[in-house]
């Protein structure tokens, strides 16, 4: 493929250039038992980089779906779940998918939205509070602190060279802290990194 | 720090799995949309040829019944939209996860600013239009003819005033400004940016609407940009629209790198190598078919395609079929999809009938290629140029 608007099959692409490997890709049960394991995860994460739980859900399906329709090669690219929550990311921040959602039926929707129970508070002020970072600061936060990811793995999910992944998780960290009153506010360097 | 973000690692309270089948089951629905050509082998590649209108969607390719255009006082056009509109002019390749699709169905529904309706309000006479959908960004075009200049001019003000009154509206968190801007494209035009207040949040949208003659262009971009960038997007989306005016004004026919000749499509020149076509960058290899003697390619500055492809690439004979893009391309004496077979005869008197309803045309002095036209029911519904010896397809 010579371009990828959203650099989000890229890894599935370099796969695809690979030589076909006999037996390679996951199976029906193997894509269940990782669609089961990691949905509700894959949510939780997305929400927290968007701030929006509908969204995330509606993407995250989404995301599943085309990477079922990539199964064949979906064991090689070695990182499943970051190439759900790539795609399902770069679904929810585009504008023009709000667009698309505005502009016609719902025709997509895999289930209703069913009425859910309420968030506790610590979560609901922590979901204020990273809605109030810049979104670049709010996805190195969540793969970082919440995905487990070193620096060197939020900037190759994201794309952004590791220096620049440390400074917005500094910044991100000192303006949460700031916005939940939290004493730790001082900038300080990256973790696990 | 490290359990700043720990409150969030519990599950998200009352959030529901869908069940796994359904997602397969969307999944498998996308993987068929992309393997169409590939899974239908052979018999698909002709259908490509001869399914000129296959871009179109279901039951769009049924010209309607339509008055004839009053005389106007510009370029006079009729009010059915011409054939061979370039609709997708200068639209990018969406990318395998994307696609543009071309019809006659409205593919923008109710454009509405402050609650005031702005398109469509005058009653259309036909319609012509395209959609482009990539994770990256989302377009419309729509090609709209009047029963005459004066009610065209009417939609056009029509949207203008509605746009122009309204500076702004709240959209769930965001909050979104509108502004008028004036672009150069057309009779008359005007385009209405629309860009987030808040200066950390992205997504922006451009509209440009332009008339030409009867004609109204409606054109939609809606993308990743911040706040600063959207007048240059709808810049340069007027740019992009100017061969669609020049098309729709009779003034100008599309360009001549989309010429299909014997020798392929400008820098896609038959035979060539599969390398040295990539090295160009005008083409795109799509969906690779393991121990198949071709690969699909797409020429991107045709635009991009979701279920087809624009030709083969042999790995014995290189550069081995060029296929017509419906609305984009032509013949070097003008025929194009949906030319009629009178004219496709009087272009080419030498022609020769092939078997299956196909005219063939070959040239001494291109040994061993050939442009096959496929016709049915009087009209031009595809053509190929290829290579005699080409082993992608019966």
């Given amino acids: 493929m010579t371009s990828d608007p959203a650099g989000a099959t890229a890894m599935l692409e370099t796969a695809a250039a690979r030589p076909v490997v006999r037996g390679g890709g996951m199976d029906e049960t193997e894509f269940d038992e990782f669609y089961t394991a990691s949905f509700t995860r894959i949510v939780g994460q997305l929400h927290a980089m968007i701030g929006n739980r509908d969204e995330a859900q509606d993407c995250v399906q989404e995301a599943f779906a085309r990477a079922w329709s990539h199964r064949a090669r979906l064991d090689r690219v070695g990182h499943p779940e970051a190439w759900v929550r790539t795609t399902a990311y770069r679904l929810a921040v585009s504008r023009w998918r709000r667009t698309v959602v505005r502009r016609r039926p719902a025709d997509r929707a895999l289930q209703p939205e069913r009425p859910v129970a309420g968030p506790g508070p610590d979560r609901v002020a922590l979901l204020a509070a990273l809605a109030e970072l810049p979104l670049d600061q709010r996805r190195a936060l969540v793969l970082h602190h919440l995905c487990d990811l070193s620096v060197a793995a939020v900037a190759a999910e994201t794309g952004a060279p590791e220096g620049t992944v440390k400074a917005r998780l500094s910044r991100g960290r000192a303006a949460l802290a700031a916005l939940l009153d939290d004493p730790r506010s001082r900038p300080e360097g990256a973790h696990h990194g | 720090m490290a359990d700043l973000l720990d409150a969030l690692r519990t599950p998200e309270p009352g959030l529901t799995l869908p069940p796994a089948d359904e997602v397969r089951r969307r999944g498998d629905r996308l993987r068929r ?23 179109l969607g279901a039951g769009d390719t049924t010209p309607r019944d339509l008055p004839v255009t009053r005389p106007s006082t510009t370029p006079p056009i009729s009010t059915a939209v011409p054939s061979g ?35 469509p309000v005058v009653e259309q006479a036909d319609r012509l239009t395209a959609r482009y959908e990539a994770p990256a960004g989302f377009r419309t075009r729509e090609v709209t003819t009047y029963v005459d200049v004066a009610t065209a001019r009417r939609a056009l003000t029509t949207f203008r005033t509605a746009a122009g009154r309204c500076q702004g509206a709240q959209e769930g968190p965001t909050a979104t400004r509108y502004r008028i801007s004036p672009v150069p494209v057309g009779d008359e035009s005007f385009a209405v940016l629309a860009s987030p207040e808040e200066a950390k949040a992205i997504g922006i949208e451009s509209i440009v609407v332009a008339r030409i003659g009867n004609a109204l262009m409606v054109s939609t971009h809606s993308g990743e940009g911040a706040a600063g960038q959207v007048e240059q997007q709808a810049n340069a989306d007027a740019r992009d629209l100017a061969p669609v005016a020049r098309f729709l004004s009779g003034r100008e026919d599309t360009p001549s790198s989309d010429v299909l000749t014997l020798d392929g499509a400008g820098d896609l020149r038959l035979g060539t190598n599969r390398d040295d076509l990539v090295a160009t960058g005008q083409l795109t290899v799509v969906t690779p078919v393991a121990h198949a003697a071709c690969d699909g390619l797409v020429v991107n500055r045709w635009g991009g395609l979701e279920n087809e492809v624009d030709g083969f690439v042999s790995h014995r004979y290189g550069l081995a079929a060029v296929f017509a893009r419906p609305g984009v391309t032509r013949t070097p004496k003008g025929i194009r999809v949906g030319s009629s077979e009178a004219e496709l005869r009087a272009a080419y008197p030498t022609a020769e009938d092939a078997s ?24 031009v519904t595809g053509f190929v140029a290829a290579l005699d010896n080409q082993d992608c397809y019966d």
């Fill in chain 2, 33 to 55: 949309r992309r393997r169409t050509w590939q899974v239908a082998g052979a018999a698909a590649a002709v259908a490509v040829v001869v399914g000129g209108g296959a871009l």
């Fill in chain 2, 85 to 119: 509109l370039p609709i997708t002019s200068g639209w990018p390749d969406p990318g395998g996860d994307g696609s543009i699709r071309v019809g006659r169905t409205p593919a923008l529904g109710d454009i509405p600013y402050c609650g005031r309706t702005a398109y």
């Fill in chain 2, 356 to 379: 299956g309803g196909r005219v063939r045309l070959t040239d001494p002095n291109h040994p061993g290629r050939n442009i096959t036209f496929t016709v049915e029911h009087g009209k």
